[in-house]
């Protein structure tokens, strides 16, 4: 689904990223500097400066592991439930949006979202991954699609409705069992062509 990260993930570059996210979610684009990053990592600024020379690369590895690890994820997912038949799934690709939205990469994906409001480059990383997965999702659901159409209609469909979803679930008045078996029905509906 996404592009291989141009660093390899070491423990060293695991905790970079970690510290990163940290102080990101505690302060924002705007409070993270490399200096931060460096002092809460342990390790001197010019060695931080080795694995990452300014903020947006650091912004942008930060954006690759995340991306790496989301599509690791969902093919390891798809791998161990093999859903079989149309309505598994439809009903493996809903559950499993649903829950990503609210998992520990989904809050990651919108500290990202507010990082590329502001900067072009992790803006640039965010459509490329997107474009990415909903390739991914495409070739998924397309044997069960009427036509071109279908397919594309859905896909515009979920992926914007998963990342909504885990900015607003927790006041919806719909518990999530009940709404992912409405959405795979809208989804069934939408392949077939009734959406149209």
């Keep these: 689904m996404s592009k291989k990260s141009q660093h390899s ?49 650091l912004l942008i590895g930060l954006a690759d592991v995340y991306f790496e690890k989301c599509s690791d994820d969902f093919n390891k997912s798809i791998a161990k439930h093999a859903p079989q038949g149309k309505t598994e799934i439809l009903e493996f690709l809903v559950d499993y949006g649903m829950y990503y939205a609210n998992s520990e990469s989904g809050k990651v994906f919108r500290e990202l979202w507010g990082v590329a409001a502001r900067n072009e480059r992790i803006k640039e990383r965010m459509y490329e991954y997107y474009r990415l997965y909903a390739e991914s999702v495409t070739e998924i659901i397309r044997p069960f699609a009427k036509n071109h159409n279908s397919v594309a209609n859905t896909v515009s469909l979920l992926i914007p409705f998963f990342d909504g979803y885990g900015f607003s679930s927790s006041p919806l008045p719909a518990d999530t069992p009940m709404l992912a078996s409405f959405l795979v029905n809208i989804i069934n509906t939408a392949l077939e062509g009734g959406l149209e």
Aim: charge should be positive.
């Design 9 to 57: 993930i070491t423990p060293k570059i695991q905790l970079i990223i970690n510290c990163t996210l940290e102080i990101l979610r505690d302060h924002g684009d705007q409070g993270l500097s490399m200096r931060k990053v460096a002092a809460k990592a342990g390790m001197s600024l010019g060695n931080l400066q080795y694995y990452f020379r300014n903020k947006d690369e």
